[in-house]
């Protein structure tokens, strides 16, 4: 039996789109479940639109989510000479013929299908004419000669028997005019020449099934498995675009989504294993196969993306949970300075209280990340002459305290609430504004032993709340 072979193929005309991230994923998954072997092939024929700034983007974003793959990358705009041999081959054994049809022959014919409303199909008009008809001074296209009659049958993995008329399938471009090979040519050749075992991709894909399929048996070769997995729609139910919001992984990059989570939500996005959720690598690879694929479309949800990010950012490692953030601060906010990281690590426990996102814990520390207390002007109002009586009693009671800790806060506090005749609120809300500039934040006693005694001393005796 054949090693297991498959690839993920995207065109570098764009930044990588979560649908695409998810296609790599299952191929992935599928071929090391399997003990085999996953590709990266790029396809950039598209000379007009592929840029290496795509190309380095996809990498990036495979390897960010943590799929790796095999041997170096497989460049399609390398390999045109052996699709353009293909395509001669093709013409020499009678399965593909030259198309002398002018541009504006083709125009009048698509004019034609859609005042009738009937999908355009070209007319097969050279089909079997002579080429001593040619016109001289048009170069031809070449079109491969589809099936006429009868029916093929798909066996797909994931949506079971497709049945199609041949009929339907027109007689496509393998060779442009200018001699490039089209789309369907390239992918054939190319998977034919890298082994490929499985195709697995989106269903948008399925007519191109077809046209492939005819291609490998008029060349004779071994028919890889097909399996279609059906698209990502937004939560309206629209196909999701690479025009939509949130659509890239730097997206979610950018607001703190990990990659684990990320790559654990893509995972149970169509596809389910009993009553599992939450998959580490290693179980994602062992139970990973194509009978868990759905049929129907699966929605987008931004909601259970962050829920999943929760869950991570509650569950992992602090130490870990901490690599990442110090990453995304670098990477989008200012870095974590040296002598804070210490601080923010010990503090992480409860920094991380109700966090969704890398970008919550960023915000939920930045009265630790920052030198200057930042005041939001709306809240600094608050510190009146009684808050300002409540700052000065701590401040004359704070000095005495060696070790700091609840146990050793709270009398403190207690004896505050007392002698200003106040509640808990009235004598934490006025610490908190003065030592984070905010009356949101972490609970006050979390504050004043994550910024420790010397730091501590210095806001509380800032002239700005003096």
């Given at each position: 039996?054949?090693?297991?072979?498959?690839?993920?193929?995207?065109?570098?005309?764009?930044?990588?789109?979560?649908?695409?991230?998810?296609?790599?994923?299952?191929?992935?998954?599928?071929?090391?479940?399997?003990?085999?072997?996953?590709?990266?092939?790029?396809?950039?024929?598209?000379?007009?639109?592929?840029?290496?700034?795509?190309?380095?983007?996809?990498?990036?974003?495979?390897?960010?989510?943590?799929?790796?793959?095999?041997?170096?990358?497989?460049?399609q705009s390398k390999k045109i000479e052996d699709h353009i041999k293909v395509a001669?081959?093709?013409?020499?054994?009678?399965?593909?013929?030259?198309?002398?049809?002018?541009?504006?022959?083709?125009?009048?014919?698509?004019?034609?299908?859609?005042?009738?409303?009937?999908?355009?199909?070209?007319?097969?008009?050279?089909?079997?004419?002579?080429?001593?008809?040619?016109?001289?001074?048009?170069?031809?296209?070449?079109?491969?000669?589809?099936?006429?009659?009868?029916?093929?049958?798909?066996?797909?993995?994931?949506?079971?028997?497709?049945?199609?008329?041949?009929?339907?399938?027109?007689?496509?471009?393998?060779?442009?005019?200018?001699?490039?090979?089209?789309?369907?040519?390239?992918?054939?050749?190319?998977?034919?020449?890298?082994?490929?075992?499985?195709?697995?991709?989106?269903?948008?894909?399925?007519?191109?099934?077809?046209?492939?399929?005819?291609?490998?048996?008029?060349?004779?070769?071994?028919?890889?498995?097909?399996?279609?997995?059906?698209?990502?729609?937004?939560?309206?139910?629209?196909?999701?675009?690479?025009?939509?919001?949130?659509?890239?992984?730097?997206?979610?990059?950018?607001?703190?989504?990990?990659?684990?989570?990320?790559?654990?939500?893509?995972?149970?996005?169509?596809?389910?294993?009993?009553?599992?959720?939450?998959?580490?690598?290693?179980?994602?690879?062992?139970?990973?196969?194509?009978?868990?694929?759905?049929?129907?479309?699966?929605?987008?949800?931004?909601?259970?993306?962050?829920?999943?990010?929760?869950?991570?950012?509650?569950?992992?490692?602090?130490?870990?949970?901490?690599?990442?953030l110090n990453e995304y601060c670098k990477l989008y906010k200012s870095e974590i300075?040296?002598?804070?990281?210490?601080?923010?690590?010990?503090?992480?426990?409860?920094?991380?209280?109700?966090?969704?996102?890398?970008?919550?814990?960023?915000?939920?520390?930045?009265?630790?990340?920052?030198?200057?207390?930042?005041?939001?002007?709306?809240?600094?109002?608050?510190?009146?002459?009684?808050?300002?009586?409540?700052?000065?009693?701590?401040?004359?009671?704070?000095?005495?305290?060696?070790?700091?800790?609840?146990?050793?806060?709270?009398?403190?506090?207690?004896?505050?609430?007392?002698?200003?005749?106040?509640?808990?609120?009235?004598?934490?809300?006025?610490?908190?504004?003065?030592?984070?500039?905010?009356?949101?934040?972490?609970?006050?006693?979390?504050?004043?032993?994550?910024?420790?005694?010397?730091?501590?001393?210095?806001?509380?005796?800032?002239?700005?709340?003096?």
């Amino acid at each position: 039996m054949k090693k297991v072979a498959t690839r993920f193929a995207p065109s570098p005309t764009g930044a990588l789109h979560i649908g695409g991230v998810r296609t790599a994923l299952f191929n992935w998954l599928y071929s090391k479940n399997q003990k085999g072997d996953f590709y990266l092939r790029i396809e950039d024929t598209d000379k007009e639109r592929s840029k290496d700034e795509y190309k380095d983007q996809i990498i990036k974003s495979l390897k960010w989510i943590g799929i790796n793959y095999d041997n170096e990358e497989y460049i399609q705009s390398k390999k045109i000479e052996d699709h353009i041999k293909v395509a001669i081959e093709l013409l020499n054994s009678g399965h593909a013929y030259k198309c002398y049809c002018s541009s504006e022959e083709i125009e009048e014919q698509k004019k034609r299908a859609r005042q009738k409303k009937i999908p355009y199909i070209y007319d097969r008009k050279w089909r079997d004419k002579k080429e001593n008809d040619a016109p001289k001074d048009i170069k031809p296209v070449i079109r491969f000669k589809s099936k006429i009659n009868g029916t093929t049958i798909l066996k797909d993995l994931v949506q079971g028997d497709v049945e199609i008329d041949n009929n339907t399938i027109e007689d496509f471009i393998i060779l442009r005019n200018d001699g490039t090979p089209t789309y369907n040519l390239s992918a054939s050749v190319d998977d034919h020449q890298m082994n490929m075992t499985h195709i697995i991709r989106g269903d948008d894909h399925k007519i191109n099934t077809f046209k492939q399929i005819q291609i490998y048996q008029a060349m004779k070769w071994d028919l890889p498995s097909f399996a279609h997995i059906p698209l990502i729609h937004t939560i309206e139910g629209k196909k999701l675009s690479k025009r939509d919001k949130a659509s890239t992984l730097d997206d979610y990059s950018k607001i703190g989504i990990m990659p684990d989570a990320l790559r654990n939500y893509l995972l149970r996005l169509g596809w389910s294993y009993k009553d599992k959720e939450i998959f580490s690598l290693d179980e994602s690879i062992k139970y990973f196969n194509l009978e868990g694929i759905g049929k129907s479309p699966s929605k987008l949800d931004m909601s259970r993306i962050l829920s999943m990010n929760e869950h991570y950012i509650k569950n992992i490692d602090e130490n870990d949970l901490f690599d990442q953030l110090n990453e995304y601060c670098k990477l989008y906010k200012s870095e974590i300075k040296t002598d804070k990281k210490d601080k923010i690590k010990k503090s992480l426990t409860f920094l991380k209280n109700k966090a969704k996102t890398l970008e919550d814990i960023f915000n939920n520390s930045k009265y630790i990340m920052l030198d200057e207390v930042n005041f939001n002007q709306d809240d600094i109002k608050l510190i009146d002459d009684k808050a300002k009586k409540v700052i000065s009693d701590f401040s004359a009671q704070f000095g005495s305290v060696d070790n700091l800790s609840k146990e050793t806060l709270e009398p403190i506090i207690n004896k505050l609430i007392k002698s200003n005749e106040t509640n808990f609120k009235g004598v934490g809300q006025p610490l908190r504004i003065a030592l984070t500039g905010s009356k949101f934040g972490p609970g006050i006693y979390d504050i004043i032993i994550s910024l420790g005694k010397e730091e501590v001393t210095k806001r509380l005796t800032s002239k700005k709340i003096s």
